[in-house]
């Protein structure tokens, strides 16, 4: 009984990498379509005694590997635009001639990195390893270590908190590869978004400086025909004038 309690013992830990990688490919399904999408992000970001900074930004993405941020609002920074292909970036301006490279990891607005509007791919980018379960307002979550698989993703490493009813994403730890956390992601108000319900809010939180938060709103979020000649350097000027 107890070699067949062993064996059973090893088939569990045998699956749980497979679990693991296949929770997050499917919250990543819930966050974002996996075909070509076209949606608007409304950023407003707050730091005590000081007035909220509002953006705004037209994603264009396609397949997790393809992406475009283009800025829509304040009308003093429309035109700038960043492509990423894979994880390469970069970020094109009206009065320069030439594309500038651009880390993920560099701060966008707030608490906002470059690669969590241009790059949500947790599937691609990290290792996962299910660590525990938790139980949180009623609901079973899955609690997830995801693992950079290089020094080019955005962060070093991530905690994740995903339903096991649904795999939807609840909550997630960002950490720097000193393991600080840099802060934390509350995924909220999910709706019918893009053909499925999806959280149409994030609110980001600096885990350092208290009462630094960004929140995001997501809005017509429709499919898109993206062919690959978009999400390429000649084609960016193109449609940077196409509104």
């Not at 997050?24 to 007035?51: L, W, Y």
């Not at 001639?97 to 990195?113: D, W």
């Not at 730890?173 to 053909?195: A, H, M, P, T, W």
Request: proline fraction near 5%; charged fraction near 30%.
């Amino acid at each position: 009984m107890a070699a067949l309690a062993l064996v059973s013992g090893n088939l569990v830990r045998a699956e749980e990498p497979e679990l693991a990688r296949s929770v997050v490919a499917k919250a990543d399904e819930v966050r974002f379509p996996r075909d070509g999408f076209q949606v608007i992000i409304d950023i407003s970001s707050a730091t005590p005694g000081e007035a909220a900074d509002d953006r705004k930004f037209r994603i264009l993405s396609k397949g997790n590997e393809n992406t475009i941020v283009q800025t829509l609002e304040p009308a003093s920074d429309r035109g700038q635009a960043m492509l990423m292909r894979g994880r390469d970036l970069w970020i094109f301006m009206p009065n320069i001639s030439q594309p500038v490279r651009l880390s993920l990891a560099q701060r966008l607005t707030g608490q906002v990195a470059n690669g969590d509007l241009a790059r949500a791919n947790f599937a691609g980018d990290y290792e996962p390893k299910i660590l525990r379960t938790d139980t949180i307002d009623g609901e079973k979550m899955y609690v997830l270590e995801l693992t950079a698989v290089d020094r080019g993703v955005t962060y070093a490493k991530v905690l994740y908190w995903v339903r096991q009813s649904n795999n939807w994403p609840h909550k997630a730890e960002f950490y720097s590869l000193s393991d600080r956390l840099l802060k934390v992601c509350r995924y909220e108000k999910y709706q019918n978004i893009g053909g499925r319900v999806r959280p149409t809010q994030l609110v980001m939180e600096d885990a350092l400086k208290k009462g630094e938060v960004s929140t995001l709103h997501y809005s017509q979020m429709t499919p898109k025909d993206l062919p690959d000649r978009v999400f390429t350097k000649q084609y960016m000027d193109k449609l940077n004038r196409v509104d």
